[in-house]
T-cell receptor
C-alpha cells in the first residue's frame, strides 16, 4: 500500500526567508502524481503545486517549487520569500491518477511565518 | 473555483443520533469523495462514488454509509454517531483534466458529545 510521510509536524520561518518542507512516499508504481496542498486557518484545502512522476523537471509555481527525487521517493516543497499569508498547514499527497484519483495524504506540517 | 458546497458547515450532536452530511457539486463530475481530517492523521478517505448509485469503501469506512441518487449530490451518513467520529469532513471532486488532483469543499465540522 502506498504511504506518505511528513516528518516535520511544525516549522517556522522568518518573513522573506526560504523554507523547505519535507515529504517522502512509498509506492511500487512507476507512474503517479504528487501534490502539495495548503490549508490556512479558513480550513479551505488549496492546491499549491503538482508534479507528474514521469516528468524529470521540477514543478514551480511562482514562489513555490519542489525538489522531486524519484529514486529516493522524496518530494520536498520550497517556499521562497516567505510571506505572512503562507502561514498554514501543508499536506503532501500522492495519487496514481487514472479514473478513481484517490489521494493519499501525509499528516501535515504546520508552518508559522514570523514577521 | 470548483463548485462544491457542503452542508451543514457545523454540527453538534449527541452520541447515538443519526447524522447526514451533504455535498453538492455543480461541475457534473463523475467522481466524488468523502474524507475526514483528524490531527496527526491528515486526511483519510471514507468512501467515494464513481457514478450514480455506484460507491466504494475507502480507508476508514466503518460506521459510515453513503448514497448518490443524483450526479450532483453525495451524502455521508453516520447511522449512530460516536465520539470517535468527531472530526472535520471534506467532500472532494476530481479535476477536469483527470491529472490526479482533487478539489475540496469548505469542510464540515462535526462534534459528537
Amino acid at each position: 500500500a502506498q504511504t506518505v510521510t511528513q516528518s516535520q509536524p511544525e516549522m517556522s520561518v522568518q518573513e522573506a526567508e526560504t523554507v523547505t518542507l519535507s515529504c517522502t512516499y512509498d509506492t511500487s508504481e512507476s507512474d503517479y502524481y504528487l501534490f502539495w496542498y495548503k490549508q490556512p486557518p479558513s480550513r479551505q484545502m488549496i492546491l499549491v503545486i503538482r508534479q507528474e512522476a514521469y516528468k524529470q523537471q521540477n514543478a514551480t509555481e511562482n514562489r513555490f517549487s519542489v525538489n522531486f527525487q524519484k529514486a529516493a521517493k522524496s518530494f520536498s516543497l520550497k517556499i521562497s520569500d516567505s510571506q505572512l499569508g503562507d502561514a498554514a498547514m501543508y499536506f503532501c499527497a500522492y495519487s496514481t491518477g487514472g479514473a478513481t484519483n484517490k489521494l493519499i495524504f501525509g499528516t501535515g506540517t504546520l508552518l508559522a511565518v514570523q514577521p | 473555483d470548483a463548485g462544491i458546497t457542503q452542508s451543514p458547515r457545523h454540527k453538534v450532536t449527541e452520541t447515538g443520533t443519526p447524522v447526514t452530511l451533504r455535498c453538492h457539486q455543480t461541475e457534473n463530475h463523475r467522481y466524488m469523495y468523502w474524507y475526514r481530517q483528524d490531527p496527526g492523521h491528515g486526511l483519510r478517505l471514507i468512501h467515494y462514488s464513481y457514478g450514480v448509485k455506484d460507491t466504494d469503501k475507502g480507508e476508514v469506512s466503518d460506521g459510515y454509509s453513503v448514497s448518490r441518487s443524483k450526479t450532483e449530490d453525495f451524502l455521508l451518513t453516520l447511522e449512530s454517531a460516536t465520539s470517535s467520529q468527531t472530526s472535520v469532513y471534506f467532500c472532494a471532486i476530481g479535476g477536469r483534466t483527470n491529472t490526479g488532483e482533487l478539489f475540496f469543499g469548505e469542510g464540515s465540522r462535526l462534534t459528537v458529545l
